[in-house]
């Protein structure tokens, strides 16, 4: 079974400061979707950013971007000129097609004033 | 569109009670699921259906129950609620045309507590 790993439980980052969230994940195949979901105190879960295995080039949205190893099976988060309202849990998530999703254990980020 | 739809959003039940949460997604998905959340554990796959008809167990099933009468709905069964269920119930759906990233849409969530 694929598993994803977490390692940081909080991280703590200045408003209009850069944090990097890691992330990396154990599987077999090369072809799968790297997913990064924020879930803010409504507990609605909503989608960050996506990375297709088979694509070199980091994923990026705005303010987010991803550092895809894939030799490494790492997925970072990096979140640029942080705001109070990224404060939240931070859920990386692996997909296989035709699967559903494995999510890590969650890293929750707090953005200082 | 509404989306996903779950209810109730608040639920406590006493122990060996059932109950049903219901899931409902009006944007033909043929893919949905169930993943309960526990603290320091992120989201963990129930029971999920690849359409219709069609259910298959994810990685926590025991306890639970599924079924997919309709492409909208997939209800969430528990037969017999013990504590170990309190959680929070996620329920979600995806279309998946091949070579997509199967970007998955969740509902609000229910909190569930058994006493």
């Known amino acids: 079974a694929q598993t994803v790993t977490q390692s940081q439980p909080e991280m703590s980052v200045q408003e209009a400061e850069t944090v990097t969230l890691s992330c990396t994940y154990d599987?077999?195949?090369?072809?799968?979707?790297l997913f990064w979901y924020k879930q803010p105190p409504s507990r609605q879960m909503i989608l960050v950013i996506r990375?297709?295995?088979?694509?070199?080039q980091n994923a990026t949205e705005n303010r987010f971007s991803v550092n895809f190893q894939k030799a490494a099976k790492s997925f970072s988060l990096k979140i640029s000129d942080s705001q109070l309202g990224d404060a939240a849990m931070y859920f990386c998530?692996?997909?296989?097609?035709?699967?559903?999703?494995?999510f890590g254990g969650g890293t929750r980020l707090m953005v200082k004033p | 569109n509404a989306g996903v739809t779950q209810t109730p959003k608040f639920q406590v039940l006493k122990t060996g009670q059932s109950m049903t949460l219901q899931c409902a997604q009006d944007?033909?998905?043929?893919?949905m699921s169930w993943y309960r959340q526990d603290p320091g554990m992120g989201l963990r796959l129930i029971h999920y259906?690849?359409?219709?008809?069609?259910?298959d167990q994810g990685e926590v099933p025991n306890g639970y129950n599924v079924s997919r009468s309709t492409t909208e709905d997939f209800p969430l069964r528990l037969l017999s609620a013990a504590p170990s269920q309190t959680s929070v119930y996620f329920c979600?759906?995806?279309?998946?045309?091949?070579?997509?990233?199967?970007?998955?849409?969740f509902g609000p969530g229910t909190r569930l507590t058994v006493l």
């Open positions: 979600a759906s995806s279309y998946q045309p091949p070579g997509t990233s199967l970007e998955q849409f």
């Open positions: 259906s690849v359409g219709a008809g069609i259910t």
């Open positions: 944007m033909n998905h043929e893919y």
């Open positions: 990375q297709e295995a088979y694509k070199q």
């Open positions: 998530a692996y997909r296989e097609a035709g699967n559903m999703l494995t």
């Open positions: 599987t077999s195949e090369s072809d799968y979707y």
